[in-house]
C-alpha cells in the first residue's frame, strides 16, 4: 500500500515541477511572440495556442480509449512506432495526465491572458484608451469567442479521440519512434514491462 501512494506522491511532484518549467517557457515564448504585433495577428496566436490545448486533450483521451492489442500485432510486423504505441497505452494515466491537465490547461491559461493583451490592442486602436464601454464589450465578445472555440473544439476531439484511438496513439507512437532515432531522446520509458516480469517471477 505504501509503494503505490509513494510512487504517486513522486509522479505529483515531478509533474508538478514540469509543469512549472513548462509555463514558464510557454508563456515567455506567448509573450515574445505577441509583443509588438497587431492585434489580428495576436489573435491567431491566440487560435494557434488554443488548437495546441485541444490536439493534446485528444491525444491524451486517445490514450485512455486505446487498447495495446492492436499495437502488439503492429510490432510483431516491426512497425515503427507500435513498440512505443504500447507503451503509451501502458502508461495511459499519466500520459492522459501530461497531455490533458499539463498542456492543456497551460494553453487555457495562456490563451486567457494572450486575450487579454489583444483586446487590449483592438480596444487602443478603436480608440476606446479609458478602458470603457467599447473595451469592456470586446472583451466580452472575444473571451465567449475563445471560450467557445476551446469546449466545442475539445468536444469534437474527444468525439474523435474515441473512435479513432488506435490511429491517432500509433501516429504519436510514430511521433515518439522519430524522435528517439532521429534526435536520440527517449520521451517514454520501456521498463514497466520488465519489472512486472521480474515481479511475477519472485512471486
Known amino acids: 500500500m505504501k509503494e503505490p501512494l509513494i510512487k504517486s506522491i513522486n509522479w505529483s511532484l515531478g509533474i508538478a515541477v514540469i509543469t512549472l518549467v513548462l509555463a ?11 509583443s509588438g504585433v497587431t492585434w489580428a495577428m495576436g489573435m491567431l496566436i ?29 510490432a510483431a510486423e516491426r512497425l515503427p512506432g ?18 490533458n491537465d499539463v498542456i492543456g490547461d497551460i494553453a487555457g491559461i495562456i490563451s486567457g491572458t494572450a486575450s487579454a493583451y489583444v483586446v487590449l490592442q483592438l480596444s487602443l486602436q478603436l480608440g476606446a484608451h479609458d ?26 476531439g ?18 515518439f519512434y522519430l524522435i528517439e532515432v532521429k534526435m536520440k531522446i527517449k520521451l517514454i520509458n520501456g521498463n514497466d514491462r520488465g519489472k512486472r516480469k521480474r ?3 519472485r512471486k
Request: aromatic share 12%.
Open 82 to 99: 507500435a513498440r512505443h504505441a504500447v507503451l503509451i497505452t501502458r502508461n495511459a494515466d499519466r500520459f492522459a495526465n501530461f497531455c
Open 131 to 156: 478602458g470603457g464601454l467599447w473595451q469592456f464589450i470586446i472583451s466580452i465578445i472575444f473571451t465567449s469567442i475563445i471560450a467557445a472555440l476551446t469546449v466545442g473544439g475539445k468536444s469534437f
Open 24 to 34: 514558464a517557457i510557454f508563456s515567455i515564448i506567448s509573450t515574445l511572440l505577441l
Open 46 to 74: 491566440v487560435f494557434i495556442i488554443v488548437l495546441i490545448g485541444i490536439i493534446f486533450d485528444t491525444i491524451g483521451v486517445a490514450a485512455t480509449a486505446a487498447n495495446e492489442v492492436p499495437f502488439h500485432a503492429m
Open 158 to 175: 474527444k468525439t474523435l479521440a474515441i473512435s479513432y484511438s488506435t490511429p491517432i496513439i500509433y501516429q504519436v507512437g510514430r511521433l
Open 199 to 201: 515481479k511475477n517471477k
